[in-house]
């Protein structure tokens, strides 16, 4: 019986290691920053969003859990709070581009900001694999949240992060 506890005790351990390995950032260090650009070539730099709170959301349009959680971040994060002034979306196509994204968005009526990541110039900040990825940003610059994969139960997690984060 002790054989099998201390293997599960390190398989437990090993899927935990593995998983921190997947983030080459940690919550609790600052964001690293970046810049995209928008649809009309403006640039959005990652630097300039201290003082709101940021949702990044890496995603692709063919990823079926991605398909999952976009239609919850329209409705319940960004319809809900995309119009506030100390919070800021930022849902990032992994290796798309205007091509794929513009009739994705209008095929799904999504309006939040999207941005191509064509050559995975952010998200390799962030992640090597594995889609869909939230990242929350704090108002200070620092990760205070990061999840892989949708689950109903994680993504009702990050909506209460994201509103307690507004309310400070």
Not at 51 to 72: H, I, S, Y
Not at 103 to 115: C, Q, S
Not at 126 to 140: D, G, Q, T, Y
């Amino acid at each position: 019986m002790k054989r099998v506890i201390l293997l599960l005790c390190a398989v437990i351990c090993a899927v935990q290691l593995k998983a921190q390995e997947e983030w080459k950032v940690a919550v609790g260090e600052k964001v690293p920053l970046f810049t995209v650009e928008n649809k009309k070539n403006e640039p959005m730099p990652m630097g300039a969003m201290k003082g709101k709170v940021v949702l990044l959301n890496f995603f692709a349009t063919w990823c079926p859990p991605c398909r999952q959680e976009l239609p919850r971040l329209q409705k319940e994060v960004w319809e809900k709070w995309g119009e506030r002034a100390d919070f800021e979306v930022m849902v990032l196509a992994r290796e798309e581009g205007w091509d794929k994204l513009d009739p994705f968005m209008a095929n799904n009526k999504y309006t939040f900001p999207v941005y191509p990541d064509l050559r995975r110039e952010v998200f390799s900040l962030f992640a090597e694999s594995l889609i869909p990825r939230n990242v929350l940003v704090n108002k200070e610059g620092k990760i205070i949240y990061q999840s892989i994969g949708y689950s109903a139960e994680e993504f009702d997690e990050l909506i209460a992060l994201i509103e307690k984060s507004l309310e400070e």
